[in-house]
C-alpha cells in the first residue's frame, strides 16, 4: 500500500510576525497601573457603590414585604350571612323532642343549606318569660322549656359539625326580678345592696311615693317601680320585671364578665350585646328634658330627650372590658377572635363609636338598623341610596359594615312593608358590602303566620308576640308556599363568595327616578349590578349610567314574577322593570373611551 503524504506544521519565524499584532500587558506594566492612585480609587468606589445599592435593594424589598398592603384577611363571621333565630320559634309541635334547642338542632341543615354562616340565637337563660326571655332569673342557665345546658351543649357541638359558629344576645342592662341578685338586693343582704339602681321617694302625694325624677320606661311610664320592702324605688328602663343592673358597682361588672366567660368555656363563638346604650344612667338623678314642641302625654318616652339615660359615654368603657375579656380568652385558648357586636339605636355618628378605635377596639361592629328603621314601604329610591350612602360615609377605614332587615322587636319585612318587596330587599341585603344579617323567615317572605301563645308571659299581647310555621323539610316556615324566594335567597349568598362581592367596588346610582342600582365591581373579575324598582310603576332603565357594563349581560337572579322573559341574557341598555320588581345580572366590567 502506498504512504500517505505527510502532513507538515508550518511555524513562522519571528520577523514573520505582524508587527502589531496584542500579546499581553507586561507584568511590570499591569503592576504600575494597578497601583496608579486613580485606578485604586476607582476600585474602591465601585466596590462601595455595588454592595451599597445591593444594600439598599435588599432593604427596599424587606419594607415593602412588610409594609406592601395585604389581603383583607377574612374572618369567620364575613364570610357569609348571619342567621337570626328567636329561639322559642323553632317548635315544629308540641312533641317535647322537637322543642327548644333540639328544635334548632333539628333544623341546622336547612340552615346551613342556605349557606349561613353563622346562628345568632335569642336568649335562651333561665327566665319567667314575661319579656320573651330578656328578664332573666340565671345568666348561667337554660330555660327549662327549651331544653338543658346539656341540650345547649349538644346543640353547639351540632353546630360546629357543619361548620357553623353560634352567637348568643347577652342582656347586661337588666335581670329579672326574680333574679337571686336583686331578691337579696331588696333584702338588703352584702354583697347584693347596690347590685341594682335604687332611689328614695322624692316625696308623697296622698300617701303614695313620688319617683326621683322624670324618667320614662321604653315601654312607656315611670321608669321608677316602687319596692315595699325595701321601701325604695328600683329602675327599670324596660319592664317593671326588669330591674337595671348598676354597672356603677365594679362587683355587677365582674359578675357580667364572669357571665361571658362561663358561655365561651360552654362553646359560643361570640354576643351581641343587647340595649347596651341604657348601661348607665345620670348619678345625680337630674330630670331629662323635655322635646322642644312635644306635649308629654301618659309617659311617652318619645316626649323626653334621653341625656341622661341613653348613651353615656361610661358604656364604652364597660364594652371595652368586654372585648378584652373575649381577646384574652381566645389568646388563652385557640386564638380565634370570638365576635362581638352592640345593639345600638342613635345617630349615625353615635352608633359609629362602638367600633372603637385601633388602640381599643370595641365591638367587631354595631349593628346597621337603618334600612329597617329607615325604609318604608312609601320610600323613594333616593331614600334607599341615601340609607346607605349614611352609613357607608361615616363607617371608620378599616371596618366592617352589616345591614339588618328584621329582628325580634320589628318582626319580618314582609309584615312591616309588604310580601312585593321582600326579594327587591333581599337582593340590596345580600349584595351589599358587610355582613347581611336576616331574621328566620326572611328569606321566604314569611308574613301573618299563627301565633304561639304558649311560650309568653301573661303580659303578652298579639302585636308582640312571635310567629311560626310548621314545615316538613326542617324549616319552621311553609316553604313550599314560596319555592322560587328560597331558590333565588341561596343563589344570591353564593354570589357573595365571589371577589367582586366581597371586596369589589360599591357604586350606586338612582336610574328613571325610581329604580335604585348598584355595581359589585372588580376589574377583570365578574361582577355583579342590582337594580329594584321600588316604585309602583312599570319603567325601563339603561344601565349603560355604570359606564362600564357590556350592552348586553348575563341575568343572575330576577324576581319570581320578573316579567322580562326567560332568556339567559338581557339587553343593559333597555330594562323593562314592573312595579316592586328586582333583577341581578352579571358582566365582565369594560373599559370605554
Given at each position: 500500500?502506498?504512504?500517505?503524504?505527510?502532513?507538515?506544521?508550518?511555524?513562522?519565524?519571528?520577523?514573520?510576525?505582524?508587527?502589531?499584532?496584542?500579546?499581553?500587558?507586561?507584568?511590570?506594566?499591569?503592576?504600575?497601573?494597578?497601583?496608579?492612585?486613580?485606578?485604586?480609587?476607582?476600585?474602591?468606589?465601585?466596590?462601595?457603590?455595588?454592595?451599597?445599592?445591593?444594600?439598599?435593594?435588599?432593604?427596599?424589598?424587606?419594607?415593602?414585604?412588610?409594609?406592601?398592603?395585604?389581603?383583607?384577611?377574612?374572618?369567620?363571621?364575613?364570610?357569609?350571612?348571619?342567621?337570626?333565630?328567636?329561639?322559642?320559634?323553632?317548635?315544629?309541635?308540641?312533641?317535647?323532642?322537637?322543642?327548644?334547642?333540639?328544635?334548632?338542632?333539628?333544623?341546622?341543615?336547612?340552615?346551613?343549606?342556605?349557606?349561613?354562616?353563622?346562628?345568632?340565637?335569642?336568649?335562651?337563660?333561665?327566665?319567667?318569660?314575661?319579656?320573651?326571655?330578656?328578664?332573666?332569673?340565671?345568666?348561667?342557665?337554660?330555660?327549662?322549656?327549651?331544653?338543658?345546658?346539656?341540650?345547649?351543649?349538644?346543640?353547639?357541638?351540632?353546630?360546629?359539625?357543619?361548620?357553623?359558629?353560634?352567637?348568643?344576645?347577652?342582656?347586661?342592662?337588666?335581670?329579672?326580678?326574680?333574679?337571686?341578685?336583686?331578691?337579696?338586693?331588696?333584702?338588703?343582704?352584702?354583697?347584693?345592696?347596690?347590685?341594682?339602681?335604687?332611689?328614695?321617694?322624692?316625696?308623697?302625694?296622698?300617701?303614695?311615693?313620688?319617683?326621683?325624677?322624670?324618667?320614662?320606661?321604653?315601654?312607656?311610664?315611670?321608669?321608677?317601680?316602687?319596692?315595699?320592702?325595701?321601701?325604695?324605688?328600683?329602675?327599670?328602663?324596660?319592664?317593671?320585671?326588669?330591674?337595671?343592673?348598676?354597672?356603677?358597682?365594679?362587683?355587677?361588672?365582674?359578675?357580667?364578665?364572669?357571665?361571658?366567660?362561663?358561655?365561651?368555656?360552654?362553646?359560643?363563638?361570640?354576643?351581641?350585646?343587647?340595649?347596651?346604650?341604657?348601661?348607665?344612667?345620670?348619678?345625680?338623678?337630674?330630670?331629662?328634658?323635655?322635646?322642644?314642641?312635644?306635649?308629654?302625654?301618659?309617659?311617652?318616652?318619645?316626649?323626653?330627650?334621653?341625656?341622661?339615660?341613653?348613651?353615656?359615654?361610661?358604656?364604652?368603657?364597660?364594652?371595652?372590658?368586654?372585648?378584652?375579656?373575649?381577646?384574652?380568652?381566645?389568646?388563652?385558648?385557640?386564638?380565634?377572635?370570638?365576635?362581638?357586636?352592640?345593639?345600638?339605636?342613635?345617630?349615625?355618628?353615635?352608633?359609629?363609636?362602638?367600633?372603637?378605635?385601633?388602640?381599643?377596639?370595641?365591638?367587631?361592629?354595631?349593628?346597621?338598623?337603618?334600612?329597617?328603621?329607615?325604609?318604608?314601604?312609601?320610600?323613594?329610591?333616593?331614600?334607599?341610596?341615601?340609607?346607605?350612602?349614611?352609613?357607608?360615609?361615616?363607617?371608620?377605614e378599616s371596618k366592617w359594615a352589616n345591614w339588618v332587615l328584621g329582628n325580634h322587636d320589628h318582626g319580618w319585612v314582609?309584615?312591616?312593608?309588604?310580601?312585593?318587596?321582600?326579594?327587591?330587599?333581599?337582593?340590596?341585603?345580600?349584595?351589599?358590602?358587610?355582613?347581611?344579617?336576616?331574621?328566620?323567615?326572611?328569606?321566604?317572605?314569611?308574613?301573618?303566620?299563627?301565633?304561639?301563645?304558649?311560650?309568653?308571659?301573661?303580659?303578652?299581647?298579639?302585636?308582640?308576640?312571635?310567629?311560626?310555621?310548621?314545615?316538613?323539610?326542617?324549616?319552621?316556615?311553609?316553604?313550599?308556599?314560596?319555592?322560587?324566594?328560597?331558590?333565588?335567597?341561596?343563589?344570591?349568598?353564593?354570589?357573595?363568595?365571589?371577589?367582586?362581592?366581597?371586596?369589589?367596588?360599591?357604586?350606586?346610582?338612582?336610574?328613571?327616578?325610581?329604580v335604585f342600582a348598584f355595581t359589585r365591581s372588580q376589574v377583570k373579575s365578574k361582577s355583579y349590578v342590582v337594580a329594584?324598582?321600588?316604585?309602583?310603576?312599570?319603567?325601563?332603565?339603561?344601565?349603560?349610567?355604570?359606564?362600564?357594563?357590556?350592552?348586553?349581560?348575563?341575568?343572575?337572579?330576577?324576581?319570581?314574577?320578573?316579567?322580562?322573559?326567560?332568556?339567559?341574557?338581557?339587553?343593559?341598555?333597555?330594562?323593562?322593570?314592573?312595579?316592586?320588581?328586582?333583577?341581578?345580572?352579571?358582566?365582565?366590567?369594560?373599559?370605554?373611551?
Amino acid at each position: 500500500m502506498p504512504r500517505s503524504e505527510e502532513t507538515k506544521l508550518l511555524i513562522p519565524k519571528d520577523e514573520e510576525l505582524a508587527p502589531h499584532q496584542w500579546v499581553g500587558m507586561p507584568i511590570q506594566q499591569l503592576l504600575d497601573y494597578s497601583n496608579d492612585p486613580f485606578w485604586v480609587r476607582l476600585r474602591y468606589f465601585c466596590f462601595i457603590f455595588f454592595w451599597s445599592a445591593f444594600s439598599m435593594l435588599c432593604t427596599s424589598v424587606i419594607v415593602l414585604i412588610f409594609t406592601a398592603p395585604r389581603c383583607q384577611t377574612i374572618e369567620w363571621w364575613q364570610e357569609g350571612p348571619m342567621y337570626g333565630v328567636f329561639a322559642h320559634d323553632f317548635r315544629n309541635d308540641n312533641t317535647s323532642d322537637t322543642n327548644g334547642l333540639s328544635g334548632i338542632e333539628y333544623k341546622l341543615d336547612y340552615i346551613a343549606d342556605l349557606g349561613a354562616k353563622t346562628i345568632w340565637l335569642s336568649p335562651i337563660y333561665k327566665s319567667p318569660m314575661k319579656v320573651f326571655g330578656y328578664d332573666i332569673e340565671d345568666f348561667k342557665d337554660v330555660d327549662e322549656s327549651l331544653g338543658s345546658l346539656q341540650d345547649f351543649k349538644d346543640l353547639v357541638q351540632a353546630i360546629r359539625a357543619r361548620g357553623l359558629k353560634l352567637v348568643m344576645d347577652l342582656v347586661p342592662n337588666h335581670s329579672s326580678d326574680q333574679h337571686m341578685w336583686f331578691l337579696k338586693s331588696v333584702a338588703k343582704e352584702n354583697p347584693f345592696t347596690d347590685y341594682y339602681v335604687w332611689a328614695p321617694a322624692k316625696g308623697y302625694e296622698d300617701g303614695k311615693p313620688i319617683p326621683p325624677n322624670n324618667w320614662l320606661s321604653v315601654l312607656g311610664g315611670s321608669a321608677w317601680e316602687w319596692n315595699e320592702v325595701r321601701k325604695e324605688f328600683y329602675l327599670h328602663q324596660f319592664a317593671k320585671e326588669q330591674p337595671d343592673l348598676n354597672f356603677r358597682n365594679p362587683a355587677v361588672v365582674e359578675e357580667m364578665l364572669d357571665v361571658m366567660r362561663f358561655w365561651l368555656e360552654v362553646g359560643l363563638d361570640g354576643f351581641c350585646v343587647d340595649a347596651m346604650p341604657h348601661l348607665f344612667e345620670d348619678e345625680e338623678l337630674r330630670d331629662e328634658p323635655i322635646v322642644n314642641g312635644t306635649a308629654l302625654q301618659q309617659g311617652n318616652y318619645r316626649g323626653l330627650e334621653h341625656v341622661h339615660t341613653y348613651n353615656l359615654p361610661e358604656a364604652l368603657g364597660v364594652m371595652a372590658k368586654f372585648r378584652n375579656t373575649l381577646d384574652a380568652y381566645s389568646q388563652q385558648t385557640d386564638k380565634v377572635r370570638r365576635l362581638m357586636i352592640a345593639e345600638v339605636f342613635d345617630s349615625v355618628e353615635k352608633t359609629m363609636e362602638y367600633y372603637g378605635g385601633d388602640k381599643q377596639p370595641l365591638a367587631d361592629f354595631p349593628f346597621n338598623f337603618y334600612l329597617m328603621t329607615n325604609i318604608g314601604r312609601e320610600s323613594s329610591a333616593h331614600d334607599i341610596k341615601n340609607t346607605i350612602e349614611q352609613w357607608m360615609s361615616n363607617l371608620p377605614e378599616s371596618k366592617w359594615a352589616n345591614w339588618v332587615l328584621g329582628n325580634h322587636d320589628h318582626g319580618w319585612v314582609a309584615s312591616q312593608l309588604g310580601g312585593d318587596l321582600v326579594e327587591c330587599l333581599n337582593m340590596i341585603l345580600l349584595m351589599l358590602p358587610g355582613t347581611a344579617v336576616t331574621y328566620s323567615g326572611e328569606e321566604l317572605g314569611m308574613e301573618n303566620a299563627p301565633v304561639i301563645w304558649g311560650m309568653v308571659g301573661e303580659s303578652a299581647t298579639p302585636e308582640r308576640s312571635h310567629n311560626k310555621n310548621s314545615d316538613d323539610r326542617g324549616t319552621p316556615f311553609q316553604t313550599s308556599q314560596k319555592p322560587n324566594y328560597l331558590d333565588n335567597y341561596k343563589a344570591l349568598v353564593r354570589a357573595r363568595h365571589d371577589t367582586s362581592v366581597m371586596y369589589g367596588a360599591l357604586n350606586m346610582r338612582v336610574l328613571s327616578d325610581s329604580v335604585f342600582a348598584f355595581t359589585r365591581s372588580q376589574v377583570k373579575s365578574k361582577s355583579y349590578v342590582v337594580a329594584v324598582n321600588w316604585s309602583n310603576i312599570s319603567v325601563t332603565v339603561d344601565l349603560g349610567e355604570f359606564c362600564d357594563i357590556p350592552e348586553v349581560a348575563d341575568i343572575y337572579v330576577t324576581s319570581v314574577n320578573f316579567s322580562g322573559g326567560s332568556s339567559k341574557t338581557i339587553k343593559t341598555t333597555s330594562i323593562a322593570l314592573q312595579a316592586r320588581e328586582g333583577v341581578v345580572v352579571t358582566y365582565i366590567p369594560e373599559t370605554r373611551d
